[in-house]
C-alpha cells in the first residue's frame, strides 16, 4: 500500500478538477489530434482520477496504461475506466501496471507512449526521476498537473501562519520514497530539465480555493497541516495547538478558507 487513501483522493477530487488548467488542456487535445490511436501512460495512477479527467476532453481512440505501486488504487481504476469514453464516446482500453517507480528501469512503461501525464505526483519526485521521463519521454507530450508549488494561504490570517506554512512547506520537500524531493520546486525545476531535453514548456497556475462548502476537506486538509507541521518539530508544541485550536474552531464557525497553491505543466516536443 502507497499511503494514499482512497477517501482522500476521492475527497480531493472535486477540488482538482476544478483547479486544473482548462487552457493547458485545450493546448495538449490539439496537439494530439489527427493521431489514429493515442498511447496514454498515467504515473502514480491512483483511483483514476486524472484519466476521469483527461479521458473525456481527449480525442480517441485512447489505450491507457495505470501505473502505480498500490494494487487496491489501480484495482479501482481500473473498474472506474469501464464507464468512461473519449470525447467522441468511444470507449477507453485500459490496462493497470504495478510497478515502483523509485526503481531503476521504471522508464519502460513510457515505451511508444504519446501522452505522459501525472497528477499530484511530480512534487513526491526526484530530480533524478524528471531526468530519466525527459529522455525516455522524447516525442511525447507530458502533462503534469497539480503540482504543489508552496504557495498557501488561510483565511482570516493569523498572527502564526507563515511560520506554520514555513515547517509545512519543509515537510512538502522532504523525501517522498523517491529519494530528495523535489517538493516546492518541482514545476520550475522540471520545466527548466525539460527545456533542456528539447521540449516547449508552459505552466499555469491550478490552486485550491477550499471553503465552507468543502467541510470535509477543509477539516482533512488542516488536519494534514498540523500533522505533518507536528512531525517537523519545527513550531513549539504549545504554539502549533494553539494555532490549530483556532483554525479548528473557525472550520467549525464556517469562517476559515484554504488556499493551496498548484502549477500544471503542458511539455510538447519541439
Ligand atoms: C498524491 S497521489 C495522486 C493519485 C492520483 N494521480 C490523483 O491525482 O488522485 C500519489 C500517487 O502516487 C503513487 N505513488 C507514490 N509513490 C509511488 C512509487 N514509488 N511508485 C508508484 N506509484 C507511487 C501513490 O500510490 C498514489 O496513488
Do not use: Y
Not at 489514429?36 to 496504461?65: E, H, Y
Not at 501525472?118 to 507530450?141: C, N, P, Y
Not at 507530458?142 to 512547506?169: K, N, W, Y
Amino acid at each position: 500500500m502507497s499511503g494514499f487513501s482512497t477517501s482522500w483522493l476521492a475527497l480531493r477530487e472535486p477540488a482538482d478538477r476544478a483547479a486544473r488548467d482548462a487552457g493547458l488542456i485545450a493546448r495538449l487535445t490539439e496537439a494530439l489530434s489527427g493521431r489514429k490511436r493515442l498511447a496514454i501512460v498515467d504515473l502514480g495512477t491512483g483511483s483514476g482520477s486524472n484519466m476521469w479527467a483527461l479521458a473525456p476532453l481527449l480525442p480517441g481512440p485512447q489505450s491507457w496504461l495505470l501505473v502505480d505501486n498500490d494494487p487496491a488504487l489501480l484495482e479501482q481504476a481500473q473498474d472506474s475506466s469501464r464507464t468512461l469514453t473519449d470525447r467522441d464516446g468511444r470507449p477507453l482500453v485500459a490496462r493497470t501496471m504495478l510497478r515502483d517507480l523509485a526503481q531503476p528501469g521504471w522508464e519502460d512503461v513510457l515505451a511508444r507512449a504519446d501522452l505522459v501525464t501525472m497528477s499530484a505526483l511530480l512534487d513526491l519526485v526526484s530530480a533524478d526521476f524528471v531526468a530519466t521521463l525527459a529522455r525516455a519521454a522524447k516525442g511525447a507530450a507530458i502533462h503534469a498537473t497539480l503540482t504543489v508549488d508552496g504557495r498557501m494561504a488561510c483565511l482570516p490570517e493569523d498572527s502564526l501562519d507563515e511560520a506554520v506554512f514555513a515547517a509545512f512547506r519543509h515537510h512538502m520537500d522532504g523525501d517522498k520514497g523517491f529519494g530528495p524531493s523535489l517538493g516546492t520546486r518541482a514545476g520550475e525545476m522540471a520545466a527548466s530539465q525539460l527545456e533542456a531535453e528539447g521540449f516547449r514548456v508552459e505552466r499555469a497556475p491550478a490552486d485550491w480555493h477550499v471553503g465552507p462548502d468543502q467541510p470535509s476537506l477543509l477539516v482533512a486538509l488542516l488536519d494534514g497541516w498540523i500533522e505533518a507541521v507536528r512531525e517537523t518539530g519545527r513550531l513549539p508544541e504549545a504554539e502549533l495547538s494553539r494555532w490549530a485550536a483556532r483554525r479548528r474552531a473557525e472550520a467549525e464557525a464556517g469562517s476559515l478558507e484554504l488556499r493551496v497553491g498548484h502549477v500544471d505543466l503542458l511539455a510538447l516536443p519541439l
